[in-house]
């Protein structure tokens, strides 16, 4: 999830969280509403720190194996393997005998294994 959506998602969530205990507590609360808000409030908190915590993308195992050739010319790029644009995605990554990767002319690239860029 992107910082930005993280950032719209937490203010929606406190302001939703916080309206029901919030009017409860102004009504002159018994004791049942004092424990529901306490506890409401207590698993938003939960809720949000585990939003922020958690890491961004998906959580997926990407693996690459025995992928083959890959060829690239004038100014193109070839990967036998994973790519995360910009360093993109999580959880974990694997590559292994993903073959061979070539490339031609200028411009191009070739990657086995890994990409991050």
Do not use: C, F
Request: aromatic share 4%; glycine share 14%; hydrophobic share 45%.
């Amino acid at each position: 999830m992107s910082l930005a959506r993280k950032i719209i998602m937490s203010a929606l969530a406190v302001a939703l969280v916080a309206s029901t205990p919030l009017l409860w507590l102004l009504d002159g609360p018994g004791t049942g509403q004092l424990a529901g808000a306490s506890v409401q409030v207590a698993l938003a908190v939960v809720a949000l720190a585990w939003t922020w915590i958690r890491p961004s993308g998906t959580a997926a195992h990407d693996r690459a194996v025995g992928t083959g050739r890959a060829r690239a010319r004038d100014a193109g790029m070839s990967i036998t393997g994973i790519r995360r644009r910009h360093g993109r995605g999580g959880g974990s990554a694997t590559a292994e005998n993903t073959g061979d990767a070539t490339s031609h002319g200028p411009g191009s690239a070739s990657v086995t294994g890994i990409d991050y860029s």
